[in-house]
């Protein structure tokens, strides 16, 4: 194994074959550098076990934490202040910010992405939150930031500004105690008017760059209802979905195992699920999701709750569908 010469960013759900194992041991295996540059990425706080930082090298994994590591000779590089992002803030006060996310931009920095994220465009409105992960011993390349959205996805999503909002809000999606619902156009015909998918999700074993479900999954479940029903130009069915856990990519898994990948899915769909006459309407890596409604309570103690309209280009998709 040699040591890293570029950066490497892994994020990832621990797979049932390495629980146990020491977290040193894992990096090495996974991204091929050596137990001593693993080590090295422990010791200066770049490994985070699920929201916490790595504190020892001889931590001991278990099945589905989520690991996730900055390996690079330095410090991982930091955002940085880009008014060009796009981005609607909906709501904003001195204990967390919801901004609708359009789709195409990514929530932060990670492989491949170095600039140009949602926290880019947070930090040149919100100065403050670059102070954020000091007083929470949280990830300084992903302040304020408690849960996250695709980035083919649009919709709302909340970042903490706090440090008391950033762990009742941590905590709230640990939990799975936020309300969060998605509007999602299916390929095919969903017959039932409403269902719930409970299956666990996990990394794939078969492509391990996606995920699956699997039976060394974490539980997940996705309520879903019917909207409306299309006949053409393809056969496609609208959907409300709702979370009732966050697994990475989850309603796009759910959805594509029963048999109704959302629309426009490269990873998780089938041709179906790309047609032509509809893919063409949307923006390249966009896929017909939107997470149309979210719900919390706030540090006041207050419920608060959120609502985003289908944006222009998905909205333009539906009139191009003949009903059902």
Do not use: C, N
């Not at 090295?40 to 076990?49: E, K, L, P, T, Y």
């Not at 994994?61 to 008014?83: C, E, F, I, V, W």
């Not at 609607?88 to 901004?99: E, F, G, M, P």
């Not at 309520?223 to 309603?251: C, I, K, N």
């Amino acid at each position: 194994m040699s040591d890293l010469g570029t950066d490497i960013d892994l994020d990832l759900e621990v797979p049932a074959a390495l629980d146990g194992q020491r977290v040193d041991r894992v990096l090495s295996m996974l991204t091929g550098v050596s137990r001593r540059s693993a080590a090295d990425a422990i010791d200066r706080g770049a490994v985070w076990i699920e929201d916490e930082r790595a504190r020892t090298r001889s931590t001991v994994l278990r099945t589905g934490q989520r690991l996730r590591a900055a390996l690079s000779g330095s410090q991982a590089p930091r955002p940085s202040a880009d008014p060009d992002v796009p981005l609607a803030v909906v709501y904003a006060d001195d204990d967390l910010i919801v901004v609708d996310k359009p789709a195409g931009v990514v929530v932060h920095h990670g492989a491949g992405h170095r600039g140009g994220t949602l926290v880019d465009g947070l930090l040149a409105r919100f100065a403050d939150l670059a102070r954020l992960p000091a007083l929470v011993d949280g990830d300084p390349t992903r302040p304020g930031i408690v849960h996250r959205l695709d980035k083919g996805t649009s919709g709302l999503l909340v970042v903490a500004r706090s440090p008391q909002a950033y762990r009742l809000l941590a905590e709230q999606f640990r939990r799975h105690r936020a309300e969060r619902r998605y509007v999602a156009l299916v390929a095919g015909t969903l017959e039932e008017e409403r269902g719930v998918v409970d299956a666990p999700v996990g990394r794939s074993t078969r492509r391990p760059d996606r995920m699956a479900v699997v039976a060394t999954g974490r539980p997940a479940r996705t309520a879903y209802r019917v909207l409306g029903r299309f006949a053409g130009p393809v056969p496609a069915t609208l959907v409300e979905a709702q979370l009732e856990s966050g697994r990475t990519h989850q309603v796009r898994v759910h959805l594509a195992s029963i048999g109704h990948p959302v629309v426009g899915d490269e990873r998780y769909g089938v041709p179906a699920s790309r047609p032509p006459a509809l893919v063409s309407m949307l923006a390249p890596g966009r896929v017909f999701l939107h997470a149309r409604v979210l719900g919390l309570v706030h540090p006041d103690g207050t419920a608060r709750r959120w609502e985003s309209p289908l944006p222009a280009d998905l909205e333009a998709v539906l009139r191009e569908l003949l009903p059902g």
